[in-house]
């Protein structure tokens, strides 16, 4: 069971703003990181269509909006953000698969 953020009363918004780029670079971090096992992923599947798993997708965005509200943020927002950085992501592993495999 994940807990919630621990999250400070800010005095201005400056204050804010310092904690919005602390908070920016860690997920910025995280998602070169996730990027890499994407570009991994390439290795493991024959085509290019096997790319994208529509059932993967669903199976991730169920658990990100469950989490979102377990730990008391919007759902909405982390359904969207993750479908965009989904498809995003898609985009790299299609290169990484073509550099790997060729066109197929």
Do not use: W
Request: proline share 3%; charged share 30%; with cysteine.
């Amino acid at each position: 069971m994940s807990s919630k953020p621990q999250t400070v009363m800010c005095n201005s918004i400056d204050e804010v703003r310092t904690h919005i780029d602390r908070i920016d670079r860690q997920l910025v971090t995280l998602m070169a990181e996730r990027e890499t096992y994407v570009r991994q992923a390439a290795r493991f599947k024959k085509t290019i269509e096997d790319v994208v798993v529509p059932a993967r997708i669903e199976q991730i965005v169920v658990k990100v909006r469950a989490l979102a509200a377990e730990l008391g943020g919007s759902p909405m927002v982390a359904e969207k953000t993750f479908r965009n950085m989904i498809d995003a992501f898609i985009e790299v592993e299609r290169v990484e698969h073509r550099a790997l495999h060729g066109k197929s």
